[in-house]
């Protein structure tokens, strides 16, 4: 739980979530403040990407509740499209669209969802490729850029709809290794500017870097949370300390 008093900007209570009988999340309790920049840590399958769907509605939950800003996360309708449209998304995949050039990609929510001018739009959206570093890319198509650039684009995407919270999935596991630092370096520049985040990753170098708090899952259960200095120098739990000696030693 946040220590402040601030009202969370991300708050679940009590949530579990099946796949028919199989059950990957048990009573999760998880607040997460303006500004917090929070990372999901723990072996594969351990539930992180599940919790990080449900956030915005991408998996429906069986129990519990999701509130965004103050206001609960509703099943469906016009609601839950207003509210989703506070929440961005970076996925592992890029998930572009191939057709539309890097500035289109990032102009198309805007105009269509949020009624942007489409000047305005393309003003913004230059903003937000110089943003993530890669301005000179607007004319090109995801076919034409790398792994990172393609990432770059889809975090400007997100941004592009102001969200009040943003979501990474394991941002960087599809990305070869040279790639992999030009996108956390612009993850970490958000953070640095105050943007609310919570981030599925294996890099443990950026949690370490950027995170305020580290969650550790296992088996659908947070298990552990501590701030990076704490958690990575002395974890609490058994399955935390073999987990972190696995990882660690390379």
Excluded: W
Aim: glycine share 8%.
């Amino acid at each position: 739980m946040s220590a402040t008093s601030v009202q969370p900007l991300v708050s679940l209570r009590h949530v579990d979530k099946l796949f028919g009988d199989n059950q990957v999340l048990y009573d999760i309790n998880l607040d997460i403040a303006p500004g917090e920049v929070v990372v999901l840590v723990g072996p594969s399958g351990s539930g992180k990407s599940t919790l990080c769907r449900c956030i915005n509605r991408l998996e429906t939950i069986n129990a519990g509740e999701v509130h965004v800003n103050g206001e609960l996360l509703p099943l469906e309708g016009k609601d839950l499209s207003r509210i989703r449209a506070d929440v961005g998304m970076v996925f592992q995949s890029f998930n572009l669209f191939g057709h539309m050039t890097a500035l289109e990609n990032i102009t198309v929510a805007p105009i269509k969802v949020r009624g942007t001018d489409k000047k305005e739009a393309i003003e913004l959206g230059m903003k937000l490729l110089t943003r993530v570093g890669i301005p000179e890319k607007a004319h090109q198509y995801p076919a034409q850029l790398s792994g990172g650039q393609q990432q770059r684009v889809a975090i400007a995407r997100a941004l592009a709809m102001n969200p009040k919270v943003m979501l990474f999935d394991e941002p960087t596991s599809a990305l070869d290794p040279e790639m992999i630092n030009e996108v956390l370096d612009v993850m970490t520049s958000l953070a640095q500017d105050g943007m609310t985040m919570l981030i599925v990753t294996h890099e443990m170098g950026f949690a370490r870097r950027a995170a305020n708090r580290v969650i550790f899952m296992d088996e659908g259960r947070i298990v552990e949370q501590a701030p990076p200095s704490e958690f990575f120098s002395n974890p609490k739990t058994d399955r935390a300390k073999d987990f972190l000696s696995k990882i660690l030693q390379h």
